[in-house]
Structures are given as C-alpha cells and as structure tokens.
C-alpha cells in the first residue's frame, strides 16, 4: 500500500537555525513526492516536489532528495526564519489522482 | 484569480442541521478531492472525482454527499449535522501525473 510517515512535532528552533524534518515513505511503482506547507488560518501550499529518483526539488530556501534506495524525501533548511513557522506536510501520488499525506510537523521558529 | 476557491470559509450551525460547502477550480483540472483536517491537523482524504465520476469514497458516513455537476464544481452536503462534524474541509485538484494538488482556502465548520 502507500503511506507516509513524517516527524511527530512539535518542532521549536531559534532563528537561523539548521532545519530536517524526516519523511520516508511506503508506495507501489514510482509516485511523485511533494512537501506542502500550511501556515495559519490557510490552505496547503505546495513547497517543493520532486517525481523521480534522485531529483532535488527546491524553493525559498528549503530542499529534499528523492531517495529511492532510503525510501525517503527529507526537508532541509539551512538558516530558518521567523516567518517559516508553519505546519510541514510530506506526501506522495503515486499516479496523479491520489495523495497521501504524513500526520504533519508543526514548526515554530523563535527569534 | 483564486485556482481553488470555497465558499463559505466559516460555517457555524446547530446539531442536526443540514449544509453544503460549495468548491470551484478554475485551473482545466479533471480531479477534484475533498480533504477533513481535525483539530490535530491530520488530513484524511473524503472523496475524489475525476471528470464528474466517483472514483475514491474512503470511509465516511453517508450522511456526506459529494456532488460534482461539471469537471469544475465539487460540493460537499452534509446532512444532520454531528458535534463530531466540526473540522476544517479542503478541496483541491489535480491534474495528471507528476503534478501536484492545488488547495482551497478550506472552510471551518463549528457545529454547536
């Protein structure tokens, strides 16, 4: 089956602190993998994606890795910001018409 | 312009009321999902429809009925309203492989 399994949070850092949050991952074939990001009182956002082995996708600063071989797609940042403080959400689609999340990590960021 | 736009953001109705959340994308996707996300922010996929068609009805009660009268439109009514009901819906789309769900704004139903 497919399933996402994320850090439990929540998370508290200092600002520019280093950022990991853990996501592995169980899928049949080869899904696509994305991390969304949910900030107050909103919806997902995507963050960044990546939909093959080995791809890094990227933006705003954060990355992850397609890790086919660790069946994984762990978020990075290397200096986080105040302004990052929001809940982190690791998912997979395994054919474009479905997407299972991870329970989601709640990161806060203090000054 | 709004990709995924639902009305209303805020619902607060009684127990054993009746409801609908209206959803809309305008983004030329087939695929249209309503996701429940509790109060401990799990998001647990309700229903998804493709080209007006059913194709995922995971376990909910069927007082929740998904209705979709064209490729842009996904509604979600719910009969007799629950305590347990209170939760933050989303709907969102998709397009094919490889890409990603686009989301709503999600609407806050209190039921009191």
């Known amino acids: 089956g497919n399933s996402v399994t994320q850090m439990e949070g929540p998370v508290t850092l200092s600002e520019e602190a280093f950022l990991t949050i853990n996501c592995t991952y169980t899928?049949?074939?080869?899904?696509?993998l994305f991390w969304y990001v949910q900030y107050p009182g909103e919806g997902l956002q995507l963050l960044l994606k990546?939909?093959?082995?080995?791809d890094k996708g990227s933006n705003k600063g954060f990355e992850a890795t397609y890790r086919k071989e660790t069946t994984s797609f762990h978020l990075e940042k290397g200096s986080v910001q105040v302004s990052d403080s929001a809940v982190y959400f690791c998912?997979?689609?395994?054919?474009?018409?479905?997407?299972?999340f991870g329970t989601g990590t709640s990161l806060t960021v203090i000054p | 312009d709004t990709a995924v736009s639902q009305t209303p953001k805020y619902l607060v109705t009684q127990m054993g009321n009746d409801k609908s959340i209206k959803c809309e994308q305008n983004?030329?996707?087939?695929?249209m999902y309503w996701y429940k996300q509790d109060s401990k922010k799990f998001l647990k996929i309700m229903f998804s429809?493709?080209?007006?068609?059913?194709?995922i009805n995971e376990t909910v009660p069927n007082r929740f009925s998904p209705k979709s009268p064209d490729k842009a439109h996904l509604n979600l009514h719910i009969n007799s309203l629950e305590l347990g009901d209170s939760a933050v819906y989303f709907c969102?789309?998709?397009?094919?492989?490889?890409?990603?769900?686009?989301f709503g704004q999600g609407t806050r139903l209190t039921v009191v």
């Open positions: 969102a789309s998709s397009s094919g492989r490889n890409t990603e769900a686009f």
């Open positions: 899928a049949t074939g080869y899904p696509s």
């Open positions: 990546a939909t093959k082995a080995d």
């Open positions: 998912a997979l689609s395994p054919a474009g018409n479905q997407f299972y």
């Open positions: 983004l030329g996707h087939d695929t």
């Open positions: 429809y493709n080209n007006k068609e059913l194709i």
